[in-house]
């Protein structure tokens, strides 16, 4: 009888080691397969696209980082003149700019008149600005004594402001650190026109240090823009001397519509668009007083 237990426990404990062993015989495929299917996903063409798209991702810059100029996007919605322009940001805020490092010559100056090369300056500023997307670049001062931003334009690659100069429409000139970024770069541009004589360096002496001077000779029979000639050239060669002032008419009105008394902080600085001999004068004439 005990013989009999004894192998009847026998015979269980093999029935448990083989079930047992046929268990984990069976777990030993599936863990194969599910490794073999990871390995599947993994090589699939859905996973490489899904890597790929990661990868793209990365390393493909946006459409804004594609498309955008240097310095703050803008649009520009007005040309005053050669070297003054409004634009408008993306924000809807619209700002009055004053490029950088350059001088154009007048147009609108109410007792010097038309300068040489003012019209042309203006209208190849307003050609090729006039509704443009354009970059603003500042400088480390943002703003001049009449709130107007100081500015660097860009059309894609190219700086206008050293456009201008480029094409003998501007001279370098309120160089005030620290807005010097580009400097020695503009006067190189400069030596260059005035080498080639083109623009306002085809009038002898009249781009100067200190403005433009109206009554110096014209050096050549026609004024040329890069090797072309003015339109302006063809309907007068002959060069107005401005009025000057009589009396002891020294208050200088700027374009920004604010007269400087002599002795004010910013009277040397200024560059007067006209002179008044009367505060009285001055503001008949729509100018206030400066503030400082």
Partial sequence: MREKRRKSLTSLIVLLLTALLITGCAHAPSTGQTST????KTGSPAAKQEDSSSNDVKTTPSRDQTSAVKGMPATVTYVVDGDTLDVKFKNGKTERIRM????????????LGVQPFG???????????????????????????????????????????????????????????????????????QEKAQKAGVGIWSIENYAQQDGFHANSKASTANRTVSGGTSPASKQNNQVKTPEKPKGSC??????????????????????????????????????????R
């Avoid at 050609?127 to 009449?146: F, I, M, W």
């Avoid at 560059?271 to 004068?281: H, L, P």
Wanted: with cysteine.
């Fill in 37 to 40: 299917d990871s390995g599947q």
């Fill in 100 to 111: 950088l490092l350059i001088d154009t010559p007048e147009t609108k100056h109410p007792r």
């Fill in 250 to 291: 020294n208050i200088k009105g700027n374009q920004s519509g604010i007269y400087h008394m002599p002795g004010g902080q910013y009277y040397d600085r200024t560059k007067a668009e006209v002179m008044f001999c009367s505060e009285a004068e001055a503001q008949k004439a729509g100018y206030r007083k400066s503030q």
């Fill in 119 to 189: 019209p042309e300056s203006s209208k190849f500023t307003k050609t090729q600005l006039t509704g443009k997307k354009v970059g603003v670049e500042l400088d480390v001062s943002e703003r001049d004594k009449y709130g107007r931003l100081l500015a660097y334009i860009w059309i894609g690659k190219q700086n206008f402001n050293q456009l201008l100069l480029e094409k003998g429409l501007a001279r370098v000139a309120y160089v005030y650190p620290p807005n010097t970024k580009y400097v020695d770069q503009f006067r190189a541009t």
